[in-house]
């Protein structure tokens, strides 16, 4: 596709389920990032994929966190028995090289 | 591990002003560093990027930005503002072109008309 594809745009949850994001990056991006952006507040690193190479998890917050990414397509987050503290954009983002990344529209999560 | 520290949380500026905002990393070797910009209702987007070069690197939209090694920071300029550059700003760093990017706390600027 032409840019980043995230879906879904808006999600509406109750505490305790669990969702699963998804990001389509720019066709042929060997990079992958996964980021959390409070309101008002910046970017948080979550994870990052590189090509073949085990991904960097270091932001992940805790262990309900979870992303897979087949190859170097789709990616998916998923958040298990999700809390308040949840509800943020989720922002994925694909790099070609040289670290310019390009980023999707963001998942709005709303957990009430 | 790199850090990045933006100490401008909200910048409000008339317009025709000059603009500063200041950026910091924390990382002793060699790093790669960015600002990204954010209007309003829009996906964050590439404003200018250092890797190598020239310390002083210029972007889109007749911004420019300085990296200073021994001060550890990478300013975005600007000498006159629109009221379109109304957005929000975010300095990043990477140590290398394989590593994660790590963002700033993000700057909001508000041009008055």
């Known amino acids: 596709g032409a840019g980043v594809s995230q879906s879904p745009s808006n999600k509406v949850t109750e505490k305790g389920k669990d969702v699963e994001l998804r990001c389509d990056p720019i066709s042929g991006h060997t990079a992958l990032y996964w980021y959390r952006q409070r309101l008002g507040q910046g970017l948080e690193f979550l994870i990052y994929?590189?090509?073949?190479?085990?991904?960097?998890k270091s932001g992940l917050p805790s262990d309900r966190f979870s992303a897979e990414r087949t190859g170097e397509s789709v990616s998916t987050l998923t958040i298990q028995r999700t809390q308040q503290e949840d509800s943020a954009v989720y922002l994925c983002?694909?790099?070609?090289?040289?670290?310019?990344?390009?980023f999707g529209e963001g998942s709005r999560l709303t957990v009430l | 591990a790199q850090s990045v520290s933006q100490h401008n949380h909200h910048v409000i500026l008339s317009e025709a002003a000059s603009l500063e905002l200041g950026c910091n990393y924390s990382y002793g070797g060699t790093v790669n560093l960015f600002w990204y910009v954010q209007y309003p209702g829009q996906h964050l987007q590439l404003l200018l990027k250092?890797?190598?070069?020239?310390?002083l690197v210029k972007g889109i939209k007749g911004f420019e930005a300085e990296f200073i090694k021994s001060k550890f920071s990478f300013n975005l300029r600007k000498p006159s503002v629109q009221w379109s550059d109304t957005a929000e700003y975010f300095c990043?760093?990477?140590?290398?072109?394989?590593?994660?990017?790590?963002f700033g706390s993000g700057t909001r600027l508000s041009i008055r008309p």
């Open positions: 990043a760093v990477t140590i290398s072109s394989a590593s994660k990017i790590i």
């Open positions: 250092y890797f190598s070069g020239d310390p």
């Open positions: 983002a694909s790099s070609l090289d040289r670290g310019e990344l390009f």
């Open positions: 994929f590189q090509g073949n190479s085990a991904p960097d």
